[in-house]
């Protein structure tokens, strides 16, 4: 298989870390024009609930953490960043960055049937480092983002409702933002827990090598309705072979696959009574390599990404 072809198969599978800001447009509408009204939700079913085992109890005082309508909207700051390279013998390494662009939003949350929450939040700003893309990301003002969640924080759903007069970029950047928000929910146990107890969870990804991710939670702090979590993120179970679309569109392509680790860590503040976590940061990465069979030529893919939570009220 050819360098090119190589590539474009490992590309077609992977997250496109940038995908959201790539497109080129026109200026940005301003004012009014910017400003209309929302336009009829589009709702994204989040999947099956994830499996939570408890490793321990921890001490102290214990209780059954769980969600809880807001005493009052809350402002927060969320800031996100990645890139991904992939690299093949005989070319130049393809990258693709996202900036580091900052969603401010202000959110609370409700009750909803079945014991579920209701968590959303309204952008106030979006902007970017970037300044073509921050002059894309200012039409997202108004935008709305609701996670229906149980009470232990699994996300069941979650609806995007856009501003009109926003641009492809905009909304793009805040889709992929509310899907890596709902990713970083803390989801506690059904059981009493107390300060150092541990919980894993475990859920399905969309990864066409790793498809499980295992999350190990900390409770390192617990005052009132603020918990703080320490987080690590792995995928135990690799396939041996990617198969991807070939780029010509003839049969599929078969890679075998080298190493694939994929690791993560984090640290949050969580208000059990607020949509979004007080503050706190995760980090990311994916080392890949993949080997053609015939060939033996090799391709590397490596992502690292980060998001960060801060007040902004």
Known sequence: MAAAALAAAVLSTAVACAQDETAEEGPAPAGDEAAETLEP???????PAPEVEVLEAGGGERRVLAYAPSSEPAVVAVTRSASATT??????????TTPAQT??????SEPDVDGAQRAEVTAREFTS???????????????TVTWTRD???????YSLEAPAG????ARAGIEVTADVVADATVIWPTEEIGVGARWTVTDRVDDAVAPTRVVTYELTRLEGDLATVRSSTTAPETAPVLTAPAPDGGPDVALEVDTYDVTGSGEFTVDLRAALPAEGRTESSTRAVYVDPDSGLRTTHDEDSALEFSPAG
């Open 87 to 96: 690299a093949v013998p005989g070319a130049e390494p393809s990258t693709q």
């Open 166 to 169: 926003a641009t492809d970029a």
């Open 151 to 157: 009470a232990d924080g699994s996300v069941r759903s």
């Open 41 to 47: 939700a589009v709702r994204v079913d989040a999947g």
């Open 129 to 143: 480092v970037d300044e073509h893309r921050n002059a894309q990301f200012a039409t997202a003002a108004g935008f």
């Open 103 to 108: 969603l401010t939003v202000e959110g609370s």
